[in-house]
Nanobody
Framework: QVQLVESGGGLVQPGGSLRLSCTAS????????MHWVRQAPGKGLEWVST???????FYAASLKGRFTISRDNAKSTLYLQMNSLKSGDTAVYYC????????RGQGTEVTVSS
């Protein structure tokens, strides 16, 4: 079955950076568009970014320029490089096989605080 395992979250100061990873198994990763979604405390799931099978990348308008999504098909791994982090980026981040996050991993928590 599909398994998605995120890692790389933690506590970071405003302006800092983190790189999230997601290791996928149970499906043909290289033939799947992959997505990052997040859920801030007390809020619903929010789409963050998508990378399609051709390597095309897409971002939520509010995040473009700060976040970079990438994939390594040989390792079946998805990444999210997050720079210039703000307190509003505090959330649990999930990788997902669909943009809505219906099929997602257990998440990795990112806290941006001084």
């Amino acid at each position: 079955q599909v398994q998605l395992v995120e890692s790389g979250g933690g506590l970071v100061q405003p302006g800092g950076s983190l790189r999230l990873s997601c290791t996928a198994s149970g499906f043909t990763f290289r033939y799947s568009s992959m997505h990052w979604v997040r859920q801030a405390p007390g809020k619903g799931l929010e789409w963050v970014s998508t990378v399609n099978i051709a390597g095309g990348t897409f971002y939520a308008a509010s995040l473009k320029g700060r976040f970079t999504i990438s994939r390594d098909n040989a390792k079946s791994t998805l990444y999210l490089q997050m720079n210039s982090l703000k307190s509003g980026d505090t959330a649990v981040y999930y990788c997902a096989t669909d943009r809505n996050g219906d099929q997602r991993g257990q998440g990795t928590e990112v806290t941006v605080s001084s």
